[in-house]
């Protein structure tokens, strides 16, 4: 994107960049099937029904029309129309319901596919854009333990990015039940409504966001206050968690016999358990955070957003939760736990910010020269060769000049140039062949057939070469 | 796609099928960073006024409309609204153009993305799929020993997939110049037509062909017979492709001084210097074959199809051709070759009538086995260590009967069950475990620093397991 996408919101890399995206996903990738994930890959469409259904994102979709249709798209009902997804999870969980009878549950699957928003073009919001999510479904019931395990598994694979420059991640847990017992033992009852605005505080303050709870929510000045008080509380471990928010509820008179407390309390010990577990596998990785609230109202349990250390502006770049009324088919329930890492978001940072750089553009470690037109067969053998051994390798487009061929290959990055002996025959390894590094300069005599790069020019890697802007 | 895609036109795999296609996608990519090529993405979307200038496929676009904009499609003109792009060229196309400037010249890249074809839905054909695209694009001019080299690259690339099941491919090579030149010499002027229908020729027949060239495109019978003898002749060397083409000249009073002669006879040596070449390099995968003509009106001299040997049914599979005026900028043009595989077509192909299959579902090797919740978090170190020395492992999902846990390890297709001992402590490394191949039966102690799985069962692999149907 060094000029800006030329079309709002439809982000494209050039290829040294494409470099880093690709790294990026091949590493998410290795993560997921390292931890049994299964992976998948749905439709881009689903029908309006589907799409209509859940999330607040709902508003936010592409339909489709066939050409032929243009001026009479609206002959097809809404639902009946195709529109392109606008996440990976509610496909997954047509997916699964579709498909349960070929799947073994619980069932673990990564998937990392470009979604679509359909919104109104505004800076810096794209509008097409890669998740890379994993989610685990149980069919009838799944197990709690996939609600430390699913983030911890993030976590891992967001450590793996940090030698491309990505700084620290940390997870920061709620639970719905645990607001919603706390908004309802304050004798709140549009729960809903309430998550919907705290999930604004990053983005509006508090102030706003009390004034919106008074006007919209149906909240009087003290009931808006405590649950910005809520949203304040965050914890390390179990125990400080329970003691704060206990505390809390004292506070502001609500009852540990009632059901508002107990729902709440119900959330509260699994936000708990998440936190000490991870604690004991991976310390600093997951805390309580109960100002977290996400905004598609498929969450019913936990929930997740991912915070970079020093990217505060970053926003949220892995974010999910369990959802235990998205997928079922008669009265068996398939619930799921899932998190969605915003790769292209995650990929503008790296790229941008944090510096990550190809250490160059092409594959091709080898430029093999060619001295004239009617030796191009012999040099074509010579990269048959090396890439038989594994060793990528480009041929030079003309038999220009060799400053231009090595012009070429320097603007590419490749960093050799084979010069093929002048009398190289039918094999193309006669004596005489030698390759140069045209980073260091050396030039030694070498055979297609046994020549190895030096372990440092070797491979397409991507590191930090400085931060670009703060 | 064992059920048949829910949305007609969409197809989708289940896991064990997606193992086959992540396979090919890799094995692709693997040979195409080995030539030399750059990877790169495009958005999904191109302009409607890009999308409707070329190919006939044009009629066949999905146009967006955002979800607010229902009722008012038609507000916005055909041109600025934005459809999803057929196919993989024209994007590259407008990208080489825009970020000209970024790009070292020839560029060569290779694309593998989904496509959409908004066609009416009938039987057996894909409205959504992936093409995996190789190209390379010049800057003013474009060398023609790509013609030679990028159908070579395809040819090696399906030779890879022939361990999972994929027949020997033949390249099928024609040249626009030499069908124009002959059909001009002919005293035919509708040369697009012409072109269109005997790209018919494998789906109608020879006499229906007949019959359209005379009804629509101004020929008589015997110009509509000799256009059909042209569309017969093969020749796999260049000698023998320059003979019987001078002999049907001859046979139809062609002089070889006109201007049309001298158009046909450039395709012609650009055809036998490809023939000629692919059989020095890899005898038997290219072959010259005049009735391919390619539907696409974009391409200016050398067109491919590929065909699998005793697969004639299913038609191309990798298709393409030289185009020299799909893109420019000013007065500079972008002349530039390229082959497209039809990845989901040849996907389908070898699940359903070649065999091949994952040898598990899974990624994972190892299930470690959980004999009661208390001791899970000793399983999940257990299965860290395993992972970070490269072995994929699952843990069970809960404390259930051992025989139900190694049930689930058996429906992934998982090989290995790891037996924690008792007593593991902390580090998850106490003596006394044990692994268990769940294949042979046979159970050893282990320990997970140092175990390593048999090398048979330790890769997630795809064979052919016998052909289901012819």
Redesign the interface.
Known sequence: M??G???SG??????SE??V??RVIDTLRRVF?????????????E?GASLLKKGETS??????????E??H??DTP?NDR???HFDLTVPLSR?VV??SG???F?F??WQIQ?V?R???PQEGRFR?FVQADIDVI?QGDL?D?YEV?LPLVMVSALERLREFGLPKATVHANNRKLSEGFYRGLGLTDIEGVLREIDKLDKIGADEVAKLLVEGCGADESQARACLELAELTASDGKELAERFDALCAKHGIGTDGDAYQLARQGLDTLAMIVD?AA??RPGSVIADLKIARGLDYYTGSVYETFLDGAASLGSICSGGRYDNLASQGSRKYPGVGLSIGLSRLVSYMLHTAGARANR????AV?VAVWN?AD??AA??I??TL?SR??????A??AAKLGKQIK?AD??G?PYVWFPAADAGEDGQAAGDEVKNIVTGDQVPADAKSWEPDTVYARQEVTIQGVKEA
């Not at 099937?33 to 749905?42: A, K, M, Q, S, W």
């Not at 553009?361 to 091709?364: F, G, N």
């Open positions: 060094a000029k996408a030329s079309i439809f982000p494209e890399w050039l290829p494409r470099v995206e690709q099937e390292l931890n049994g994930f299964l992976g998948i890959e749905t439709r881009a469409v029908t508003k936010e979709i592409y339909l489709l029309s066939r050409l032929q243009v001026g798209e609206s809404l195709l529109g392109l997916y579709e498909h070929d799947l073994a619980p673990k699957r470009k679509w359909g919104e109104r097409e149980g197990p333990h395990e577990q004991a596998i553009v092409s594959p091709a430029l037109e191009r067969t074509n053998r990269a048959d890439r594994g060793i990528a390798a480009d041929v487009p003309t070429y603007k590419l490749i």
